[in-house]
């Protein structure tokens, strides 16, 4: 069993949305102490000024969550695997990496075509 789970931009979308999918699936991971982690640049990409995001904001707060940074190696990887892929999406790459680095664990994504453009192997959980 995994014992980790990366969000990308559209597992934080349906956050915000209150989406009860994406609810659930949180839920259940939070029940079985799955890490819920999250690239930094997946919540750069989806989050804005002002107040619209109070959902994802008291979401983004919670202390259970483990944020993953961009590093020098880490751009280097992800540069190959655009290269390697013929994709171009940074953040993508960024998410599968970060699943990559965690023993190949699951992503919750909206996208995923890309992401097994960019990796095939990695176990995507569609939302």
Same mark, same amino acid.
Do not use: W
């Given at each position: 069993?995994?014992?980790? !789970?990366? !969000?990308?931009?559209?597992? @934080?979308?349906?956050?915000? +949305?209150? $989406?009860?999918?994406?609810?659930?699936? !949180?839920?259940?991971? /939070? $029940? /079985?102490?799955? $890490?819920?982690?999250? =690239?930094?640049?997946?919540?750069?990409?989806?989050?804005?000024?002002?107040?619209?995001?109070?959902? @994802?904001? +008291?979401?983004?707060? #919670?202390?259970? !969550?483990?944020?993953?940074?961009?590093?020098?190696?880490? &751009? @280097?990887?992800?540069? &190959? %695997? @655009?290269? #390697?892929?013929?994709?171009?999406?940074?953040?993508?790459?960024?998410? &599968?990496?970060?699943?990559?680095? %965690?023993?190949?664990?699951?992503?919750?994504? $909206?996208?995923?075509?890309? %992401?097994?453009?960019?990796?095939?192997? %990695? =176990?995507?959980?569609?939302?």
């Amino acid at each position: 069993m995994n014992r980790a !789970l990366v !969000l990308d931009a559209g597992a @934080l979308i349906g956050v915000d +949305r209150r $989406s009860t999918q994406v609810q659930e699936l !949180l839920r259940r991971a /939070r $029940s /079985r102490e799955v $890490s819920i982690v999250i =690239p930094t640049v997946v919540v750069a990409q989806v989050v804005r000024g002002g107040g619209r995001q109070a959902n @994802l904001r +008291r979401f983004l707060a #919670d202390s259970y !969550l483990s944020f993953v940074g961009l590093d020098y190696p880490t &751009a @280097l990887e992800i540069g &190959a %695997l @655009l290269g #390697d892929s013929g994709t171009a999406d940074v953040i993508d790459a960024c998410v &599968a990496v970060c699943a990559r680095r %965690l023993n190949h664990c699951p992503v919750i994504t $909206s996208d995923p075509e890309d %992401l097994g453009k960019l990796d095939p192997t %990695l =176990p995507l959980i569609a939302i």
